[in-house]
T-cell receptor, first 116, second 113 residues
Framework: AQTVTQSQPEMSVQEAETVTLSCTYDTSESNYYLFWYKQPPSRQMILVIR??????QNATENRFSVNFQKAAKSFSLKISDSQLGDTAMYFCAFMKTRRGTYKYIFGTGTRLKVLA | EAQVTQNPRYLITVTGKKLTVTCSQNMNHEYMSWYRQDPGLGLRQIYYSMNVEVTDKGDVPEGYKVSRKEKRNFPLILESPSPNQTSLYFC????????????FGPGTRLTVT
C-alpha cells in the first residue's frame, strides 16, 4: 500500500525568505503523479504544483519548485521569496496512474506560517 | 466557470438522522471522489467513481454510501450519522484515468451531535 509522510507538522519562515517542506512516499508503482496542495484559512484546496514520475526534470511554478528524488522517494517543495499569502496548510499527495483506479493518498500536512 | 459545487456548506445534525451532501461538477469529468479531512490525519478518500454507475471504496468507506446516476452528480449519503463522522468533507473531480489534476469543491463542514 502506498503511504505519504510529511514529517514537519508546523514550520515558519520570515517574509521574503526561502522555505522547504519535505515529503516522502512509499510505493512499488513505477508510474504515478505527485502533488502539492495549499489549503489557506478559506479551506479551499488549491493545486500548487504537480510532478509526473517519469519526468526527470523538477517541476516549477513561479516561486514554487520541487526537488523530486525518485530513487529516494522524496518530493520536497521549495517556496522562494515567501509572502504572507503563502501562510496555509500544505499537503503532499500521491496518485498512481493506472486505468481502473482513482486512488489518491495524502500526507497529514505541514502548517506553514509566514512571518512579517 | 469550471467548478465543483457542494451543498450544504455547513450542517449540524443529530445522531441517526439521515443526510445527503450533494456534489456537482460542470466539467464533464468522468472521475469523482469524496474525502474527509480530520486534524492530524490529512485527507482520506471515502469513495470514488470512475463513471456513471461505477463506484468503489476508498480508504474509509464505513458509514457512507454514494451513487452516480448522472455524470455531473455524486452525492454522499450518511444513512445513520454518528459523532465520529463529524468532519470536513470535500468532493473532487478529475477528467479521466490519466489526467492527474483534481478539482476540489469548497468543502462541507459537518457536525453530528
Amino acid at each position: 500500500a502506498q503511504t505519504v509522510t510529511q514529517s514537519q507538522p508546523e514550520m515558519s519562515v520570515q517574509e521574503a525568505e526561502t522555505v522547504t517542506l519535505s515529503c516522502t512516499y512509499d510505493t512499488s508503482e513505477s508510474n504515478y503523479y505527485l502533488f502539492w496542495y495549499k489549503q489557506p484559512p478559506s479551506r479551499q484546496m488549491i493545486l500548487v504544483i504537480r510532478q509526473e514520475a517519469y519526468k526527470q526534470q523538477n517541476a516549477t511554478e513561479n516561486r514554487f519548485s520541487v526537488n523530486f528524488q525518485k530513487a529516494a522517494k522524496s518530493f520536497s517543495l521549495k517556496i522562494s521569496d515567501s509572502q504572507l499569502g503563502d501562510t496555509a496548510m500544505y499537503f503532499c499527495a500521491f496518485m498512481k496512474t493506472r486505468r481502473g483506479t482513482y486512488k489518491y493518498i495524502f500526507g497529514t500536512g505541514t502548517r506553514l506560517k509566514v512571518l512579517a | 466557470e469550471a467548478q465543483v459545487t457542494q451543498n450544504p456548506r455547513y450542517l449540524i445534525t443529530v445522531t441517526g438522522k439521515k443526510l445527503t451532501v450533494t456534489c456537482s461538477q460542470n466539467m464533464n469529468h468522468e472521475y469523482m471522489s469524496w474525502y474527509r479531512q480530520d486534524p492530524g490525519l490529512g485527507l482520506r478518500q471515502i469513495y470514488y467513481s470512475m463513471n456513471v454507475e461505477v463506484t468503489d471504496k476508498g480508504d474509509v468507506p464505513e458509514g457512507y454510501k454514494v451513487s452516480r446516476k448522472e455524470k455531473r452528480n455524486f452525492p454522499l449519503i450518511l444513512e445513520s450519522p454518528s459523532p465520529n463522522q463529524t468532519s470536513l468533507y470535500f468532493c473532487a473531480s478529475r477528467a479521466g484515468p490519466i489526467q492527474g489534476e483534481q478539482y476540489f469543491g469548497p468543502g462541507t463542514r459537518l457536525t453530528v451531535t
